[in-house]
């Protein structure tokens, strides 16, 4: 995807990249690890209608889980959310399905390149090829140009297309798009993971010279 095309995806614009800090700041807090909509509203500054918009899109993407609130009590149950992480108990079915997608389609890419043009999967194994494969395409779908490094586990993403935001904004929408990543990664199953974004610039541009993610092997490779 070109940088010039529009950008569709979760961190398309501020106000979802709020919702999705709400949501992943809630799991990693001392709480039930999800939030209303009011609960959004507080965090976010953001009216009822519009958080309630990016949730849609947000759970169509496969990046945010709704459920109904299981009550003991009398009340009408509320709708809560949390943001897709890959965990047993925060899955999305729509993530593991798009992952199963990528994979088909970077099988079929894999078989049309001659053997010295396509993507190696012998050193990081089928596994972590499939959760390149939903990492490129989520990468893609955000408006990036990814370049993958499979033997240093990098992914360079520069020019970033999100780089002319507030200088200030930026370690909350890396922040984010880091928990995103994991999740597809974790969506897709397989020994990467991924670990950091480091991003560096010019301040009185906003514009990083590079920004670049690195993975890493998890523990599982040794099985």
Do not use: W
């Given at each position: 995807m070109?940088?010039?095309?529009p950008?569709?995806?979760?961190?398309?614009?501020f106000?979802?990249v709020?919702?999705?800090?709400?949501?992943?700041?809630s799991?990693?807090?001392?709480?039930?690890?999800t939030?209303?909509?009011?609960?959004?509203c507080?965090?976010t500054?953001?009216h009822?209608?519009?958080?309630?918009?990016?949730?849609?899109?947000?759970?169509?993407?496969?990046?945010?889980l709704?459920?109904t609130?299981?009550r003991?009590?009398?009340g009408?149950?509320?709708?809560?959310?949390?943001?897709?992480?890959?965990?047993?108990?925060?899955?999305s079915?729509?993530?593991?399905?798009?992952?199963k997608?990528?994979?088909?389609r970077?099988?079929?890419?894999?078989?049309?390149?001659?053997?010295?043009?396509?993507?190696?999967?012998?050193?990081?194994?089928?596994?972590?090829?499939?959760?390149?494969?939903?990492?490129?395409?989520?990468?893609e779908?955000?408006g990036?140009?990814p370049?993958?490094?499979?033997e240093?586990?990098?992914?360079?993403?520069?020019?970033?297309?999100?780089a002319?935001?507030?200088?200030?904004?930026?370690?909350?929408?890396?922040?984010?798009?880091?928990?995103?990543?994991?999740?597809?990664?974790a969506?897709?199953?397989?020994?990467l993971?991924?670990?950091a974004?480091?991003?560096s610039?010019?301040?009185?541009?906003?514009?990083?010279?590079?920004c670049?993610?690195?993975?890493?092997?998890t523990?599982?490779?040794?099985?």
């Amino acid at each position: 995807m070109a940088n010039g095309a529009p950008v569709c995806g979760p961190i398309s614009t501020f106000s979802r990249v709020r919702i999705l800090h709400a949501l992943f700041e809630s799991g990693t807090a001392e709480s039930r690890g999800t939030c209303t909509i009011g609960e959004l509203c507080e965090a976010t500054g953001l009216h009822p209608n519009t958080v309630r918009e990016h949730l849609q899109r947000l759970i169509e993407g496969g990046y945010v889980l709704q459920a109904t609130e299981h009550r003991t009590t009398r009340g009408r149950p509320r709708t809560l959310y949390r943001a897709a992480t890959g965990a047993p108990e925060a899955s999305s079915p729509i993530a593991r399905d798009k992952a199963k997608a990528a994979a088909h389609r970077g099988d079929l890419l894999r078989r049309m390149l001659p053997a010295s043009a396509s993507p190696s999967a012998s050193a990081l194994g089928r596994d972590a090829t499939y959760q390149l494969d939903a990492l490129i395409e989520h990468l893609e779908e955000s408006g990036f140009e990814p370049v993958v490094d499979d033997e240093q586990l990098t992914v360079d993403l520069t020019p970033c297309p999100h780089a002319a935001g507030r200088l200030e904004d930026r370690p909350m929408l890396c922040s984010v798009h880091l928990g995103l990543m994991q999740g597809v990664l974790a969506e897709a199953g397989g020994p990467l993971a991924a670990e950091a974004v480091r991003a560096s610039g010019l301040p009185e541009d906003c514009a990083p010279l590079e920004c670049t993610v690195q993975l890493r092997l998890t523990e599982m490779t040794a099985a």
